[in-house]
């Protein structure tokens, strides 16, 4: 092409931005005069819909399915927290405020999908179908735990619902989230995505940048489905970004972009569901922003009334919450799908089953010690241990011969 | 990024003994005879070599593993049109752009990238131009691809993945074109396996069985034996074996224990010291960084009684204090001088000052005087 000729036009040729209009104007881009991006809604507050118009793939069956995958994942983190209280369990982080968030969007994903979680998603992971006890099992890492009792709690890993393993490290799964995409595309093309979980506080992290500009520029079909619930920790959102949230950061990325009102299970099943059609049919990734508030504690181990009042987490938990606005819709007269009657029986039911795989969980001794050593290289089921850890085992074993008493051998399998 | 080839270093009038080229080295085959009588491991089908050079036998290698698994991919940072050393030329022709790709330049892209794809069971050879700048990656490198597996527990890893990046002094590198960061990584990473070849063949074999090792291995290319180590190389598919070191030259008197550009300083070192003292060196190439090879080691240094561990990285907590702590135990009783480390100073290298910065010629031989002196 002629540069000369493309001089005479109206726009730019240098390469790096080909498209750009030539102006006279000294005027900077100044974000402050942008429209702040707008949050898709379907079901308000009080459970009306924003427009009655709005035509709705997901059934009556799927909303009354959903909704206790919630009261499930409220009723565990209620139980859970308290057993941490306890000291029965070393650690937990419940998932107030953000039922709708993770159920709905991890009740879309399909067969070969994979997920790349943060650490709050614990009810994508159920609407996957991973069992209670499953959850149980791996939050007291005990034998039956398929991480082997490695990880903290909540840092599941799956294959049967392809949770990949999660690790504390904060949005270093968004380019593996990526790079998995990539692999679908290759593998079965336009068939199956990946979605990538994380919070709008590891946004902040060099990961998201990397992770979201290789996306684009590989054209994966993956969807990255960020959490906006106003803190991370203790740093408010207002410390964390100067923009308008994280979703005004996909454009600059090239990717198709959608905020969504976190709290309505109907608009991130339905927001999800396209978004998760666009990756997969197009090879293209998404960007959605759910917008929530993290009702809870960060963790059993903070504290959060050091930086925030009850009183506005009160206020949350009273005029909006995920759980209570569906359930206003599903027992409007007009849909009535639910009553306070099945709500009771199913409640407690739940309760009793949790409490149940509690009990198995911790009575389930941990791992045998021989795991302390085997996957860390490619060991074939610990039949190959590389020399220097088979050595190590080796003298481990000859202490525990040794002092027996000093330890508490007996909470470990044999 | 500054953009250069590795070259000879200058001087070659000099005739002082501390100059040699990378050619001459007694290690390296001059013939397809000679591979196949030194190298009795080889396949027996091989019968076919041709001279390569480092990065020839480098590219030779990802073109066979491409061509042998068609879920393989390259990725980093200038590969398509070939790399900035030639690495990867025609692969981006041959294999299209599906599978041998440009990526944004962010280091921890490529590798975060390259660990999601190898998480579902597929190869990808990721590259880092240079590994000055893997330090970017270090987060994804030891708490993502190292503990893949062991989080896992085997229910997924990243076993496919390899991460090839160019090391080493060359003359006028400076701070950030001459590291050697495999230290970091011995220590930080358990569960990535750790790999420096010194030559084209050892290049290619040991590339290879990285590419299919079903651990994350990262793969140090001393750039400076790119273009100026040559020797005749197999030209169909073969495997060094990870994890094992190779006794290169036997001796009684000493064992002289390196890796990648170190081997030709201590061969000529070496050639210099047995003529005046008449002593033998066993040297030994121990190729893998980590796991390393304990047994091979220990078994020399119980012979000859006295060892020596060269590399271009700086000493302190380098991998010459690893192997210096566990020969010293392995080998208390038979040890008649302590075990000396060679190595860079615990400096940056500075780009005026480079000769004196790598252990060389000179400050090798010196070493093998004190230890026989002793």
Redesign the interface.
């Known amino acids: 092409m002629n540069v000369l000729i493309r001089l005479t036009k109206s726009t730019l040729a240098y390469p790096g931005a080909e498209k750009s209009l030539i102006t006279p104007q000294l005027v900077f881009n100044d974000p402050t005069t942008l429209p702040v991006i707008s949050t898709f809604r379907i079901l308000s507050p009080t459970g009306a819909l924003v427009d009655n118009n709005h035509s709705l793939t997901i059934t009556s069956e799927k909303i009354v399915d959903l909704y206790k995958h919630m009261v499930t994942l409220h009723t565990l983190d209620t139980i859970m927290y308290d057993a941490q209280r306890q000291g029965r369990l070393s650690f937990y982080m419940t998932s107030s405020g953000e039922e709708a968030v993770s159920v709905a969007s991890g009740a879309i994903l399909e067969k070969h999908d994979?997920i790349?979680a943060q650490y709050r998603e614990q009810g994508a992971f159920l609407a996957r179908g991973l069992s209670v006890q499953d959850i149980m099992n791996q939050l007291y890492a005990n034998s039956n735990d398929?991480?082997?009792g490695?990880?903290m709690p909540i840092?599941h890993?799956?294959?049967a619902i392809n949770l990949?393993?999660i690790?504390s490290?904060l949005a270093?799964q968004?380019?593996?989230?990526?790079?998995?995409?990539?692999?679908?595309k290759?593998?079965k093309p336009n068939q199956a995505c990946?979605i990538c979980y994380v919070g709008e506080g590891a946004c902040s992290e060099?990961?998201f940048?990397?992770?979201l500009?290789?996306a684009a520029?590989?054209e994966c079909p993956v969807i990255f489905f960020v959490r906006n619930n106003g803190y991370a920790i203790s740093t408010a959102s207002k410390e964390q970004y100067k923009g308008d949230g994280i979703a005004s950061r996909g454009p600059g990325y090239g990717i198709v972009t959608i905020r969504i009102d976190g709290n309505d299970l109907l608009a991130v099943y339905e927001a999800t569901k396209a978004a998760r059609d666009l990756a997969v049919k197009e090879n293209r990734p998404v960007l959605i922003e759910a917008m929530t508030y993290r009702r809870s504690h960060h963790s059993t181990s903070d504290d959060s009334f050091a930086y925030r009042s009850k009183h506005e987490v009160d206020a949350w938990k009273r005029h909006d919450n995920p759980i209570s606005r569906i359930r206003k819709y599903m027992q409007r007269p007009d849909i009535n799908i639910w009553s306070d009657e099945l709500e009771e029986k199913f409640r407690k039911a739940t309760k009793k089953d949790i409490l149940k795989c509690l009990q198995i969980a911790e009575r389930t001794k941990k791992p045998p010690l021989s795991?302390i050593f085997?996957?860390?290289?490619?060991d074939n089921?610990g039949k190959e241990l590389?020399?220097?850890l088979k050595e190590q085992k080796e003298e481990l074993d000859e202490i525990l011969a040794q002092y027996r008493s000093w330890y508490h051998l007996e909470d470990y399998k044999a | 990024m500054l953009r250069f080839t590795a070259r000879l270093p200058k001087g070659v009038e000099d005739t002082s003994p501390n100059t040699h080229t990378y050619r001459d080295a007694p290690f390296l085959h001059t013939s397809t005879k000679q591979v196949l009588a030194a190298n009795s491991w080889l396949p027996e089908e091989t019968t076919t070599t041709k001279p390569m050079n480092l990065y020839s036998a480098i590219n030779d290698a990802m073109q066979i593993a491409l061509r042998t698994d068609e879920t393989s991919i390259i990725l980093g940072e200038d590969v398509a049109f070939g790399g900035v050393f030639r690495c990867t030329m025609g692969l981006h022709d041959e294999f299209g752009d599906a599978r041998v790709f440009n990526t944004p330049l962010c280091e921890q892209a490529i590798i975060g990238f390259s660990i999601g794809y190898a998480a579902m069971g597929h190869k990808v050879v990721a590259e880092v131009q240079f590994a000055d700048y893997v330090f970017p990656a270090f987060d994804q490198i030891v708490n993502e691809a190292a503990k893949y597996r062991y989080r896992s527990a085997s229910i997924y890893d990243v076993g496919g993945l390899t991460i090839r990046m160019p090391c080493g002094g060359v003359g006028h590198g400076a701070l950030y074109h001459s590291q050697s960061p495999e230290a970091f990584f011995a220590h930080a990473a358990s569960g990535l396996t750790v790999v420096v070849p010194r030559s084209p063949l050892q290049a290619k074999g040991l590339l290879l069985s990285a590419i299919r090792r079903k651990d994350p291995v990262l793969f140090l290319e001393p750039k400076i034996l790119y273009r100026a180590s040559v020797e005749h190389v197999p030209v169909d598919d073969f495997e060094i074996p990870i994890g094992q070191a190779e006794i290169i030259k036997p001796g009684n008197d000493l064992t002289i224990i390196g890796y990648g550009t170190q081997l030709y300083h201590i061969s000529r070192a070496v050639e210099i010291a047995e003529k005046e003292f008449g002593i033998s060196c066993e040297i030994i190439d121990l190729r893998t960084i980590i796991p390393w090879d304990k047994a091979t080691l220990a078994a020399s240094v119980n012979k000859t009684g006295r060892a020596i561990v060269c590399h271009e990285a700086s000493k302190n907590n380098g991998i010459g204090a690893e192997l210096a702590a566990e020969l010293s135990k392995e080998c208390f009783l038979n040890l008649e001088a302590p075990i000396q480390r060679v190595t860079g100073w615990d400096t940056p290298i500075p780009l005026s000052f480079e000769r004196f910065i790598i252990p060389d010629v000179a400050r090798i031989y010196n070493s093998i005087k004190n230890v026989m002196k002793y």
């Open positions: 994979q790349f398929h991480g082997k490695r990880n840092h890993v799956n294959k990949h393993p690790s490290p270093t968004i380019p593996h989230a990526v790079g998995a995409a990539y692999a679908l290759l593998t990946s060099g990961d940048h990397a992770g500009n290789i520029t590989r795991e085997t996957d860390v290289y490619f089921g590389q020399p220097h």
